[in-house]
C-alpha cells in the first residue's frame, strides 16, 4: 500500500504527466448493459446506443432481443400450457395430451418399441395428443433403460 501511495504522489508531481491528463480532459465512461448501472448515456455522447434508442437512459437491449429473457419468458408460457392441460385433462372434448411426464414417456417408447403398438394405438390408449408419439423420433432416437435397484 505504501508503495502504491508512493507511485501516486510521484506521478502527481510529474509536470509531463499532469499535462497529459490535463489535455485529455474528462473522459466519458464506458457504456454498461447492466441494469444496475448508475451511468445515464447522454444523447450526445460518443458512445451511440447499440440498440437504436434515442434519449432513453438505459443501453439495455428491449426485452423482445434479449435471448436469457426470451427461454424464461417461454418457458413460463410453456408452464401456464401445461398446467391448462393439466386442468383439462379427462373432460370431453379435450385434444388429448401434448405434455408427459416420465412415466408416460416411458410407457410410450415401452408400447412402441418394445410391443410394437402403433403410434395412433399408444395415443388413444394413452389419451395423447394425435402426432405426440410421432415426436419422440424413430425406434432408437428416446430409449428405456432398464432400473437398477439397490440390492
Given at each position: ?9 510521484l506521478?502527481a ?43 432513453a ?95
Open positions: 500500500m505504501k508503495k502504491l501511495q508512493t507511485e501516486i504522489n506521478d508531481s510529474d509536470p509531463d504527466f499532469a499535462r497529459s491528463l490535463r489535455q485529455l480532459g474528462a473522459v466519458q465512461p464506458n457504456p454498461t448493459l447492466s441494469p444496475s448501472s448508475t451511468f445515464a448515456a447522454h444523447p450526445s455522447s460518443h458512445f451511440p446506443n447499440p440498440y437504436g434508442q434515442q434519449g437512459n438505459t443501453t439495455a437491449p428491449p426485452q423482445r432481443l434479449n435471448p436469457a429473457l426470451r427461454v424464461l419468458q417461454a418457458r413460463a408460457e410453456l408452464a401456464g400450457e401445461a398446467e391448462r392441460e393439466f386442468l383439462e385433462a379427462g373432460k370431453r372434448g379435450s385434444a388429448g395430451r401434448r405434455f408427459l411426464d416420465v412415466g408416460t414417456l416411458r410407457s410410450v417408447v415401452t408400447m412402441r418399441d418394445e410391443r410394437g403398438m402403433s403410434n395412433e394405438e399408444i395415443e388413444r390408449v394413452l389419451g395423447l395428443r394425435s402426432g405426440a408419439v410421432a415426436k419422440l423420433g424413430p425406434k432408437g432416437v428416446v430409449g428405456v433403460e432398464g432400473i437398477q435397484l439397490d440390492d
